[in-house]
């Protein structure tokens, strides 16, 4: 078995494309559009990640503007070498940290989180890469 993607639904594929590969440095790997059923399948790649790796999954329908998240699904991770140069990256596009930079519970790393334009967390933890 091999893990290959997380899709999620967003509302604003374009908004949802700044943050992720301009802010974030995402890369899309692959976009299909569907006029018929009307949706947008938009698949992208973390930097570090070579092509094989695990992707995540935009999910535009063209005509819903709104979805109830439930309070199953917690966050996305991602090893990064410094928060401080991603949350710099980040405001530069217009976006911030929800939360942190701050030690995670076991003391060993830091943490900080993001909301993608959706509400989706994202879990930044610094490693040396």
């Known amino acids: 078995m091999k893990y290959l993607h997380t899709m999620i639904r967003v509302t604003d594929l374009d908004r949802s494309l700044k943050f992720y590969c301009e802010a974030l440095g995402f890369q899309i790997t692959k976009r299909n559009e569907y006029p018929d059923e009307k949706f947008t399948l938009v698949f992208l790649r973390a930097l570090g990640d070579d092509e094989q790796g695990p992707k995540i999954e935009l999910t535009y329908n063209w005509e819903t503007s709104k979805y109830e998240k439930g309070d199953a ?49 994202i879990e930044l933890i610094e490693k040396a890469l």
């Open 73 to 121: 699904f917690g966050h996305l991770a991602y090893a990064v070498k410094s928060i401080d140069e991603v949350r710099a990256r980040l405001r530069q596009h217009g976006f911030d940290l929800s939360w942190g930079p701050g030690k995670a519970p076991n003391g060993k790393s830091t943490l900080a989180f993001i909301d993608d334009p959706d509400g989706y967390e």
